[in-house]
């Protein structure tokens, strides 16, 4: 079955660490997304790739780089300039026209 | 600005009794609009959305929503609740357009007594 592949779904980081989240898809779609979720806030946007070798920034891309070197894998790294990565990362992907597929999740914590 | 609201945070149903969930929007382009379901821990997945034509459209597990221009609102309805649709729901609007970005309201947590 199609679908998006996150992983690992529970990630510690120690403080001044980069840790990398990753998610795969293949569902051939070309756009794909990282949203960061905070209880009561709701889904922030922080990198979005519409093709492979090209990303933007979201809304809340500081502390956070990309890269999309294939079609298939979008990883986020985390890096020790964001002071509060405590949350429950979403990665999506989408065809035009359409509605997102969500990968199950990964939540990341800082110990 | 774009914004989506979900006015209710919380919302406590009996099973068998009907739902509505409430969401306003604020976008100045041609909007698409969609609501997604979220089980603790897990990812989202898609109950329905809205392009274009009719305005009533119909999603799975029993779930309909209506697009009303007039008020900027596309609230969720089901007619009888069951105690599975306990969960989180998620209300979200794109521009017809080729970047995808969605904006999401910021959640109502259902909770279904039985």
């Known amino acids: 079955d199609g679908g998006i592949t996150q992983s690992p779904k529970y990630l510690f980081r120690k403080e001044g660490q980069n840790v990398t989240l990753s998610c795969e898809q293949n569902?051939?779609?070309?756009?794909m997304y990282w949203y960061r979720q905070d209880p009561g806030q709701g889904l922030r946007l922080i990198y979005y790739?519409?093709?492979?070798?090209?990303?933007q920034k979201g809304d809340i891309a500081e502390g956070y780089s990309v890269s999309r070197e294939k079609k298939e894998s979008f990883p986020l790294t985390v890096t020790s300039a964001q002071k509060n990565p405590t949350a429950f990362y979403l990665c999506?992907?989408?065809?035009?026209?359409?509605?997102?597929?969500f990968g199950s999740g990964t939540r990341l914590t800082v110990v | 600005a774009q914004s989506v609201t979900q006015p209710d945070i919380h919302i406590t149903v009996s099973e068998g009794a009907s739902l509505e969930l409430r969401c306003n929007y604020s976008?100045?382009?041609?909007?698409?609009l969609f609501w997604y379901v979220q089980s603790p821990g897990q990812g989202l997945q898609l109950l329905l959305k809205?392009?274009?034509?009719?305005?009533l459209v119909q999603g799975i597990k029993g779930f309909e929503a209506e697009f009303k221009r007039s008020q900027s609102s596309f609230n969720l309805r089901k007619p009888s609740v069951h105690w599975s649709d306990a969960a989180e729901y998620f209300c979200?609007?794109?521009?017809?357009?080729?970047?995808?970005?969605?904006?999401f309201g910021q959640g109502t947590t259902l909770q279904v007594k039985p």
């Open positions: 999506a992907s989408r065809i035009p026209g359409d509605g997102y597929t």
């Open positions: 569902l051939n779609h070309d756009a």
């Open positions: 790739s519409q093709i492979v070798n090209d990303f």
């Open positions: 976008y100045g382009a041609t909007p698409y």
């Open positions: 809205y392009f274009s034509g009719d305005t």
């Open positions: 979200a609007v794109g521009a017809v357009g080729n970047t995808g970005k969605l904006i």
